[in-house]
T-cell receptor, first 114, second 114 residues
């Protein structure tokens, strides 16, 4: 099936650091969504992107829809302990492939540095 | 609005038993779907439905059945549980045309098959 490559797989953060993660594909997408999942909970939407080049912020979070429509990144500025969790990107193919279903990356796990 | 609700929250089954995971949404969404989440595998699509009376297979449909008799409900049936079906199951819903809307997830059902 279609693949979304999400990186990094995991990272450790120290409070106050900026964090960056991204998703790439060889296919063109018309929608990018970024979700966060806390332990024992379902994914919750952070940011949605619907146009190439779109840059959207939600508090300390900023995400961009890549101009080629094949990638997206999520930045978290000045991280705090409650930022830990798993972050997922998801995209919908522009050609209607995968029957319009969202395709998910495998997630980036954010943990606190010991 | 309650959003997407799932029951039960936890379930333990013995190999060979059958059960139904319930999912309901009150947003009048046409599209509903079931995912399973395993460590390191991200979210994998099991089955989905684009409207009442219409269902289709996702990436990992074997061992699961679904039906969609109403817009609100989308139950997932395990016909004969196997240890490989130990996982966390998420139901999700959205408008059929994603447009400027997003996909909403339920809180999950944690299933253990012994």
């Amino acid at each position: 099936g279609q693949q979304l490559n999400q990186s990094p797989q995991s990272m450790f953060i120290q409070e106050g650091e900026d964090v960056s993660m991204n998703c790439t594909s060889s296919s063109i997408f018309n929608t990018w969504l970024w979700y966060k999942q806390d332990p024992g909970e379902g994914p919750v939407l952070l940011i949605a992107l619907y146009k190439a080049g779109e840059l959207t912020s939600n508090g300390r979070l900023t995400a961009q829809f890549g101009i080629t429509r094949k990638d997206s990144f999520l930045n978290i500025s000045a991280s705090i302990p409650s930022d830990v969790g798993i972050y997922f990107c998801a995209g919908q193919l522009s050609d209607g492939g995968s029957q319009g279903n969202l395709i998910f990356g495998k997630g980036t796990k954010l943990s606190v540095k010991p | 609005n309650a959003g997407v609700t799932q029951t039960p929250k936890f379930q333990v089954l013995k190999t060979g038993q059958s059960m139904t995971l319930q999912c309901a949404q009150d947003m009048n969404h046409e599209y509903m779907s079931w995912y399973r989440q395993d460590p390191g595998m991200g979210l994998r699509l099991i089955h989905y439905s684009v409207g009442a009376g219409i269902t289709d297979q996702g990436e990992v449909p074997n061992g699961y059945n679904v039906s969609r008799s109403t817009t609100e409900d989308f139950p997932l049936r395990l016909l004969s549980a196997a240890p490989s079906q130990t996982s966390v199951y998420f139901c999700a819903s959205r408008r059929r045309q994603l447009g400027t809307d997003t996909q909403y997830f339920g809180p999950g059902t944690r299933l253990t098959v012994l």
